[in-house]
C-alpha cells in the first residue's frame, strides 16, 4: 500500500525568503501526486499535481514542485513567500490501478514572518 | 460551479444528541468521500463513495456514525448518540474519477459536542 511522509510539522520563513516543504511517499510504481493547501477555517485546495511526463510541474499561486523518483520525493517549492502563503500545507498520494483513495500526510504549518 | 458545498458550516450540539451533517458534491463527480480532522489525528477518511454505493467504510469509528448517499447530489454523515470526542472539523470531497483526478474539497463542517 502507498503511504506519504511530511517530516516537517511546522516552518517558519521570511516574508520573501525562498520555500521548500517536503514530502517522501512508499510506492512500488509511479504514483499520483498532490500538493494541497488549507487556510484557517477552510478546506483544502489543490496546489498541483503529478501524474507522468515532466517532473517539475507548475501550480497556483507561483508554487512548483519537483518529482524525483530516485528519492520518492515531491517536494513543495516556492521562490518568494508572500505572508499569505501562511496556512497548512498537504501532500498525498494516489496509487493507480490499486485503489480510489488517496493518502494525505500529516501536513506541515507554514508561517510566515514580515 | 459552485464546488463542494457543506452544511452546515458550524454546529453545536449537546452530547446524546443526534447530528446531521450535508454535503452536496460537483455535479458529474462520480465518488464522494467524507473526511474528519482534528489536531490529534489529522485527517482521516471515514468513507467514501462511487455512484452512490458506498465502497469503504473502514474507517467510520464506531456504529454511532452512518452515512448516505441516496442520490448524486447529496449525501449525509450522521453521528447519533454523539459523544464530546466527535468534535472535529468534517469535510467531504467529491471527485470525477478515480485517484489520478485528485479531489475537490468542501468548506468543512465544524462540530462541537458539548
Known amino acids: 500500500a502507498q503511504s506519504v511522509t511530511q517530516p516537517d510539522i511546522h516552518i517558519t520563513v521570511s516574508e520573501g525568503a525562498s520555500l521548500e516543504l517536503r514530502c517522501n511517499y512508499s510506492y512500488g510504481a509511479t504514483p499520483y501526486l498532490f500538493w494541497y493547501v488549507q487556510s484557517p477555517g477552510q478546506g483544502l485546495q489543490l496546489l498541483l499535481k503529478y501524474f507522468s511526463g515532466d517532473t517539475l510541474v507548475q501550480g497556483i499561486k507561483g508554487f512548483e514542485a519537483e518529482f524525483k523518483r530516485s528519492q520518492s520525493s515531491f517536494n513543495l517549492r516556492k521562490p518568494s513567500v508572500h505572508w499569505s502563503d501562511a496556512a497548512e500545507y498537504f501532500c498525498?498520494?494516489?496509487?493507480?490501478?490499486?485503489?480510489?483513495?488517496?493518502?494525505f500526510g500529516t501536513g506541515t504549518r507554514l508561517q510566515v514572518f514580515p | 460551479d459552485a464546488g463542494v458545498i457543506q452544511s452546515p458550516r458550524h454546529e453545536v450540539t449537546e452530547m446524546g444528541q443526534e447530528v446531521t451533517l450535508r454535503c452536496k458534491p460537483i455535479s458529474g463527480h462520480d465518488y464522494l468521500f467524507w473526511y474528519r480532522q482534528t489536531m490529534m489525528r489529522g485527517l482521516e477518511l471515514l468513507i467514501y463513495?462511487?455512484?452512490?454505493?458506498?465502497?469503504?467504510d473502514s474507517g467510520m469509528p464506531e456504529d454511532r456514525f452512518s452515512a448516505k448517499m441516496p442520490n448524486a447530489s447529496f449525501s449525509t454523515l450522521k453521528i447519533q448518540p454523539s459523544e464530546p470526542r466527535d468534535s472535529a472539523v468534517y469535510f467531504c470531497?467529491?471527485?470525477?474519477?478515480?485517484?489520478?483526478?485528485?479531489?475537490?474539497f468542501g468548506s468543512g463542517t465544524r462540530l462541537t459536542v458539548v
Open positions: 470531497a467529491s471527485s470525477p474519477g478515480g485517484p489520478g483526478h485528485g479531489y475537490t
Open positions: 498525498a498520494v494516489g496509487a493507480p490501478y490499486n485503489t480510489d483513495k488517496l493518502i
Open positions: 463513495f462511487n455512484n452512490n454505493v458506498p465502497i469503504d
